[in-house]
Every structure is written in C-alpha cells, then in structure tokens.
C-alpha cells in the first residue's frame, strides 16, 4: 500500500513539475511587407527588426513563440478574433486604436518623413497640388490628411506598393516613417530619391498590441525593460541601425 502511494505521488509531481516547465505559447502577428521591420525573405521566412525583437521578448518570457502573417489593413481585427496573441509589427500607439486593444510599453520611437525624386524641391510644406502617396490606416495617412495640405492623397495597401507607384512617376511623393524610407531611398529600387527636408516630429511611440485586459501585457513590458537592460535590445538594434531608435 506505501508503494502504491508513493507511486502515485511520484506520478503526480512529475505531472506538475511539467505542467510548471511547459512553455507559454504566444502566436505573434505580423505584416511581414515593411522592411527593414517586417518582411519575408527568398526563403519564406519572416526577418527584420520587429521579428528579431519578438523572437528576444519571447526568449525573455520563456514563451514558445510562432509567428502569423497578416494584412495591415485587418491586423487588429485579427488580433481581436483570436488569430494571434500580439501584434508586433511597428504599430503607432493611438488614442483611436487604444479603443480597440491595449499597448505595451514602447520598443522605439518615430518620425515621418517626405520622399521624393532628389531635387524636385517637394517637402513637407509645399504639398498643396501634388499627388501623395501614404499606407492606409497608419499615423503617416492619418498626418496627412489632418494636416490640411492640399494635396491630393492616395492611400496604399501596403508601404511596397506606394513606393512602386512613387518610382513609376504615378506620385509626387510620400509621407512614411523615416526609417523604412531612408531604407528604400538606399535600395535599388529608391536611386534618384531623397527625403526632402527635415524628420517630421510627432511624438509616436511604436508599441506591441494585445487584446483588452490580457496579461501578456504585463509580462511583455517586462521583457522590453530586461532586454534594455542586458544589452539584448542593443545588438538587434545596431543590426539594423547607426542610432539607438527607442
């Protein structure tokens, strides 16, 4: 009978000792076409910093992390239906978008820039007639259409696609963060074009999206703050970038 029990309770610790060591799993989404944040590579895989800084927080948490591709245009939305945990995909904090889901903490920050073909002499404060180009539903379209500069705007699917009508001529220019257009403005793709004037200052703050009173919240905010401390931020950061962007 005591080998009985003792059996028994052999078998039950060693069930909680691997329910206790069993990995959160956590499904990221992502655009996977903004690069150098998100994209997919000649192999099918998705790269860039967004990707890297997920793959280091999930490390952080001891999360068994996978990653899911999504449309900007329904990224939220599928956030909100379960398709993901989290939203890892260079998203402006909003007010707008706080109704829907909630941030972390911020993983960088980030300014706006014009692009144009070098020398046209179109900036940010000469807009009125020209035909601009942004991604639709992101704080770039969102300025441009709250600012009131008489330009004509057209609204892009994904950021590739308004960078290829820009190099077709079919554009004047676009508004997009600085980072991903100085990235272009040195592909191939972007030779003959320029950002035109200085960083435009907005004050956006790049946060991870998770569904109303989740508690991975918590627990990615924390991974944010260990990865700034122990230097993990830094090497993904210096990977892609000549400053520090958070």
């Known amino acids: ?26 499904r990221i989404g992502t655009e996977g076409a903004y690069p150098p944040f998100n994209q997919v590579d ?11 800084i997920a ?5 952080e948490m001891k999360a068994d992390c ?9 990224i939220i939305t599928g956030l909100q239906q379960r398709k993901y945990d989290a939203i890892v995909a260079s998203m402006s904090i909003t007010a707008e ?17 014009v692009v144009t073909k070098a020398g046209s002499g179109v900036m940010f404060s000469n807009l009125k007639g020209k035909n601009v180009g942004a991604q639709r539903a992101t704080i770039s379209s969102q300025h441009l259409e709250d600012s009131n500069s008489g330009a004509n705007i057209k609204l892009y699917d994904t950021q590739e696609n308004a960078w290829l009508d820009l190099a077709a001529g079919r554009i004047d220019a676009i508004l997009a963060d600085t980072l991903p257009s100085a990235d272009w403005v040195g592909s191939a793709a972007g030779k003959g074009y320029a950002i035109s004037g200085d960083a435009i200052d907005i004050g956006d703050k790049i946060g991870i999206a998770v569904r109303k009173g989740d508690g991975l919240k918590g627990k990615l905010n924390k991974a944010i703050a260990a990865i700034r401390a122990n230097g993990t931020y830094k090497n993904i950061n210096d990977k892609y970038f000549a400053v520090d962007i958070y």
Do not use: H, P, Q
């Open 55 to 59: 793959k280091a927080l999930c490390a």
């Open 42 to 52: 000649a192999s099918g895989n998705l790269v860039g910093f967004d990707v890297d």
């Open 97 to 113: 978008r706080l109704k829907a889901v909630d941030f972390t903490d911020r993983y960088y920050s980030n300014t706006l820039a």
């Open 66 to 74: 996978t990653f899911v591709k999504n449309d900007w245009d329904t």
């Open 1 to 26: 009978m005591m080998f009985k029990s003792l059996f028994i309770a052999a078998v039950a610790a060693v069930a909680l000792s691997s329910v206790a060591n069993a990995a959160e799993k956590v």
